[in-house]
């Protein structure tokens, strides 16, 4: 991938501490693939940041190269974007290091997920938790990205990087490009199904709240069947409705159709036929995936390698870049 066009610069990455859910993939990975046709395109399995929660090795192992073989699922093409995981990168953590001297202790202190991760896993507020964001704008800059194609809860941690990398420019001399971030329209924040004001979340602990990418048809259709909305029993778009907004967020992104049009569609109609279709819509989205799952899972060599081959892409961006911060900030070269 050689920036000959100068065509856009993208990247995004995700955790591999469990299968992504349906809030992750209409949120972030749908866009990546949409995004990955006109742009030149990076992304990762953020394996490093996974570490903060400290999960079991073997697992994590396991799960790394599961999370691989979805962003391959879902449709990215090797050959088109550069496909990688992020400790396969050294660059990545060397260059977090210098962005930690950049970035003050006040505004990591103010991040929510910080602050909301920090109440879950009190036993285990490490640095590391703390640092995150740093990793984050490392992973970002590294690659001087353009845009960043997130869910909205990952916009904070977007604006730090922003501020770090201006504060780094400011003061050391023009090395970053400032990102932005690439939020979608709909499906930036998937709900629970089961509480629909909290987002649809990997961690929550009741298995009806979210849909796994890689759950089967059946269990999407009882997942959906029992989806919390509300008393009114009509399909439309409103205050209080949070459940049914929810849902109607859903069938738009997966069938492309607006609110106007949902809300004919199921005009008279009760909850009912709507939690049907919107279930039927999600099964056809996520079959492919499915699918393409189960067979990539079967050929973990050819993983293995398409993994090394991204890392070695990357690498040769990302050293171009810390070369550059390195000498900025005074480190002596050899070569
Ligand atoms: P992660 O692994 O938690 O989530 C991956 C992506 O999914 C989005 N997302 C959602 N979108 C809509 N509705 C939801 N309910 C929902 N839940 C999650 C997230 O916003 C995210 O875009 N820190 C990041 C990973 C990361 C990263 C980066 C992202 C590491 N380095 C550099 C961008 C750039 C994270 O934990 O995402």
């Not at 993208?10 to 591999?16: G, N, R």
């Not at 609110?259 to 569609?265: D, L, Q, R, V, Y």
């Amino acid at each position: 991938m050689e920036n000959t066009e100068k065509r856009p610069v993208v990247l995004s990455c995700i955790q591999p501490t469990s299968i992504p859910t349906l809030g992750n993939y209409l949120g972030a990975l749908k866009n990546w693939k949409e995004m990955s046709r006109s742009n030149d395109c990076l992304y990762a399995v953020a394996d490093l940041h996974a570490l903060t929660v400290h999960p079991e090795p073997s697992k994590l192992r396991a799960q790394i190269l599961e999370m691989y073989a979805i962003l391959l699922a879902v449709g990215l093409d090797p050959e088109e974007s550069i496909v990688f995981i992020q400790s396969h990168v050294p660059a990545h953590a060397e260059l977090a290091w210098i962005l930690n001297c950049y970035t003050m202790f006040g505004e990591a202190s103010r991040m929510t997920q910080f602050k909301d991760k920090s109440q879950k896993h009190a036993d285990n507020i490490n640095v590391g938790l703390f640092d995150y964001p740093v990793l984050m704008a490392a992973d970002i800059l590294l690659y001087q990205a353009n845009f960043v194609p997130i869910g909205a809860d990952q916009k904070q941690h977007l604006e730090i990087a922003r501020d770090i990398a201006e504060r780094f420019n400011n003061l050391r001399g023009n090395t970053f490009t400032l990102p932005e971030p690439y939020i979608g329209k709909l499906g930036a924040k998937v709900m629970s199904l089961q509480d629909p004001t909290q987002k649809m979340s990997k961690s929550d602990p009741n298995p009806k709240a979210s849909i796994s990418i890689l759950d089967t048809p059946d269990v999407i259709m009882k997942k959906f069947k029992s989806a919390v909305t509300d008393s009114e029993a009509v399909v439309r778009y409103g205050e209080g409705k949070d459940g049914i907004n929810n849902l109607m967020a859903i069938y738009s992104c997966c069938t492309g159709l607006d609110f106007e049009k949902i809300e004919s569609e199921f005009a008279g109609k009760g909850y009912g036929d709507f939690k049907v279709k919107v279930a039927e819509a999600v099964i056809e989205e996520l079959r492919p995936v499915r699918e393409n799952f189960d067979n990539l899972m079967k050929d973990k060599d050819y993983l293995l390698r398409t993994a090394a081959e991204g890392a070695d892409k990357a690498a040769r961006i990302a050293y171009r870049t810390l070369a550059k911060a390195k000498k900025k900030v005074g480190l002596l070269s050899v070569n």
